[in-house]
């Protein structure tokens, strides 16, 4: 059963950083590109960052310079380091594959607030 779940979200304050992963019960993980998105409610979903198979790494314009996607394939894990937070970053947090897109985790909420 594919499954992807997704932690280490939490209440941070403006400034402050976390590190999101993403666990991906997928036999082929390595094989694909994987994507960060968020959503804030009331609003669709967006896709933040996405990572190829080579690691190739594309930024929505907001987040340039502030947050970093990485992969693991041995561990089938996808991260997001998210530094110098900003209140409108905060949202909950998916993982998913933009091009085959897969059962969609609870996500991680963030909230960036003083």
């Known amino acids: 059963q594919v499954q992807l779940v997704e932690s280490g979200g939490g209440l941070v304050q403006p400034g402050g950083s976390l590190r999101l992963s993403c666990a991906a019960s997928?036999?082929?993980?390595?094989?694909?590109?994987m994507g960060w998105y968020r959503q804030v409610p009331g609003k669709e979903r967006e896709l933040v960052a996405h990572?190829?198979?080579?690691?190739?790494?594309m930024y929505k314009d907001s987040v340039k310079g502030r947050f970093t996607i990485s992969r693991d394939n041995a561990k089938k894990t996808m991260y997001l380091q998210m530094n110098s937070l900003k209140p409108e970053d905060t949202a909950v947090y998916y993982c998913?594959?933009?091009?085959?897109?897969?059962?969609w985790g609870t996500g991680a909420l963030v909230t960036v607030s003083s």
């Open positions: 997928i036999s082929t993980f390595s094989l694909y590109i």
């Open positions: 998913n594959r933009p091009n085959s897109l897969l059962p």
């Open positions: 990572i190829t198979a080579t690691s190739s790494t």
